[in-house]
């Protein structure tokens, strides 16, 4: 379960690479990191991008991206949180589904350009979550051949994002767990990957996978893109989740977080309530644990 970049090769997703970084090659996509070839960026530098991605679906990656999101607004950030899961299991959790929005990230894709208007009427307020949220769509699963001939099309979420990032301090992507030009236009916009990892066997084959997508990602990236793994579903009295927890911070060392994630029935309580953590046990284990990742993030 080699890092990329810590195995000295240069290994491919299954398939043929990355979806979306093929249109503009190195140059497009290198600028989308770097905003031009002085190295400056587009999105301003308060605007940290946060993808919560993995490649194997159950292991926390919505309860993710919503718990930091709404653990980074307690402690007074401004935060944006985008569904860019066809399955909507974000938008859900919130109650908001395609037939009650009006816009969604699926009209930010599809537009050819978004200012700060176009971005704004996609924006919801859900509750007292305390952070914005752009919904889903389920035919943001169409995006792969609806933007097949589109140019610079790997680069259109961190162009769109260009357009409010100044408005934020954090903004977290809740990504598909299989790469196509949703997620390939979210490792292109982050700034850090962060993921999810459940403390099971199991769930270390995925790794490989989002593995093999930074390596590809990072062919065209101006810099290599940061990531870090999130133990999940840790569950301190199993031997196997302790002895999966101690493989990973031995093979990845500090690009795993000190914060691990146990398990908390409050997360499935919040869900069905539509609502997040803080809004039904704001002093639960699991509600704790994301204020500390949040302040893990803040402080690196």
């Known amino acids: ?28 996509a290198g600028a989308s990191r770097a905003g031009d070839a002085s190295g400056s960026r587009t999105i301003p530098p308060e605007a940290r991008v946060l993808a919560v991605a993995n490649q194997k679906g159950g292991v926390g990656k919505t309860t993710t991206a919503l718990s930091l999101g709404a653990a980074l607004a307690r402690r007074g950030k401004r935060v944006l949180v985008m569904d860019l899961d066809p399955h909507n299991c974000a938008s859900a959790h919130l109650g ?23 971005f704004a009427a996609a924006v919801m307020r859900p509750g007292q979550a305390g952070f914005d949220f752009v919904p889903g769509h389920c035919r943001l699963s169409e995006l792969d051949v609806d933007l097949r001939e589109r140019p610079r099309k790997g680069l259109i979420l961190k162009e769109a994002l260009a357009a409010v990032a100044g408005g934020y301090d954090f903004v977290i992507l809740d990504c598909p767990p299989h790469m196509g030009v949703l997620l390939a236009n979210a490792l292109v916009a982050a700034d850090l990957l962060i993921i999810p990892i459940q403390t099971d066997f199991l769930a270390l084959h995925g790794l490989r996978l989002i593995f093999d997508s930074i390596r590809t990602i990072n062919r065209v990236l101006a810099r290599p893109l940061a990531f870090k793994a999130l133990a999940t579903m840790y569950d301190r009295r199993a031997g196997a989740c302790v002895r999966v927890l101690n493989l990973l911070r031995r093979k990845l060392g500090s690009r795993v977080f000190s914060t691990v994630i146990g398990l908390d029935t409050q997360f499935r309580e919040a869900s069905a309530d539509g ?26």
Not at 1 to 24: K, N, Q, S, W, Y
Not at 101 to 112: E, I, M, N, P, T
Not at 285 to 292: K, S
């Open 1 to 28: 379960m080699p890092a990329p970049g810590t195995d000295g090769t240069g290994g491919r997703p299954h398939g043929a690479g990355a979806p979306g970084l093929e249109t503009g090659g190195h140059q497009d």
């Open 275 to 300: 609502k997040v953590i803080y809004e039904v046990a704001p002093d639960s284990r699991g509600a704790r644990e994301y204020l500390q990742l949040a302040d893990e993030i803040l402080r690196s």
């Open 96 to 118: 908001f589904f395609p037939e009650n929005v009006a816009r969604s990230a699926l009209d930010l894709f599809l537009a050819d350009t978004v200012d700060a208007g176009d």
